[in-house]
Structures are given as C-alpha cells and as structure tokens.
C-alpha cells in the first residue's frame, strides 16, 4: 500500500522559508526513481486546489506554476523515496493546506497540475504566512 506523508509546514512571516518533506511508501526503489512521478498541491480556503509543482522520476524535468517559479524548488530523493518543496520569499497568498502526490502517469506541461493525473495522495500539511 504506497502512503505518502507530508511534514514540514508551519507559521512564517512573509519573506521567510520553509521546506516541505514527503515521505513516500510501498514503492520499491526501482519503481520510486524508475516510474514514479510527483507533485505537490495546495489548497487554500475558500479556493480551488492547484498544482505548485511536479517532477519526473529522475529528477530532470520540472514543473512550477507561475505563481511560484523562482521561489519554490521542488527536488526528491529516490533512494530515500523523499520529496522536498523549498519555499522561499513567501507571502500571504502562499497560505494554504499542502499535499504531495504521486502517480505512474507521465507528466507533461498540459498535466503535472491536474489532481486527477495522480493515484496517492498525503493528508497534507498547513502552511501559514502573515504579513
């Protein structure tokens, strides 16, 4: 049974950072750096999901939605089954529940932000920025 498991958020004053942690379980290693693609979501109340980014198995191509490209990076660690969102620079608008995701479906530009593109998902992890 895969699990995935967020940890990491918590309140930070707008301009600060913090770094979100996904432990992911139930995938062998092969299949975790071989098939396994990842993303993170968040959802603020009040609004709709989105997706913040997505990576391919190896690491090597990334997504970012344009609301956070150049402030968060998201990277993983296949041999630790690990996903990482670096957040940095972060304001009010980034206040919001966040989820990992992991899937088998090949990401591409036209799916990596769509929920349904995914078949696991973590219960999330809040995230609070104040101004």
């Known amino acids: 049974q895969v699990q995935l498991v967020e940890s990491g958020g918590g309140s930070v004053q707008a301009g600060g950072s913090l770094r979100l942690s996904c432990a992911a379980s139930g995938y062998t290693y092969r299949d975790h750096y071989t098939y396994v693609y990842m993303g993170w979501f968040r959802q603020a109340p009040g609004k709709a999901r989105e997706g913040v980014a997505g990576?391919?198995?190896?690491?090597?191509?990334?997504y970012y939605a344009d609301s956070v490209k150049g402030r968060f990076t998201i990277s993983r660690d296949s041999a630790k089954k690990m996903l990482w969102l670096q957040m940095t620079s972060l304001q009010s608008e980034d206040t919001a529940m966040y989820y990992c995701?992991?899937?088998?479906?090949?990401?591409?530009?036209?799916?990596?932000?769509?929920?349904?593109?995914?078949?696991?998902w973590g219960q999330g992890t809040q995230v609070t920025v104040s101004s």
């Open positions: 990576i391919s198995p190896g690491g090597d191509t990334t």
């Open positions: 995701a992991a899937g088998r479906r090949p990401l591409s530009g036209g799916n990596w932000g769509v929920w349904e593109t995914y078949n696991y």
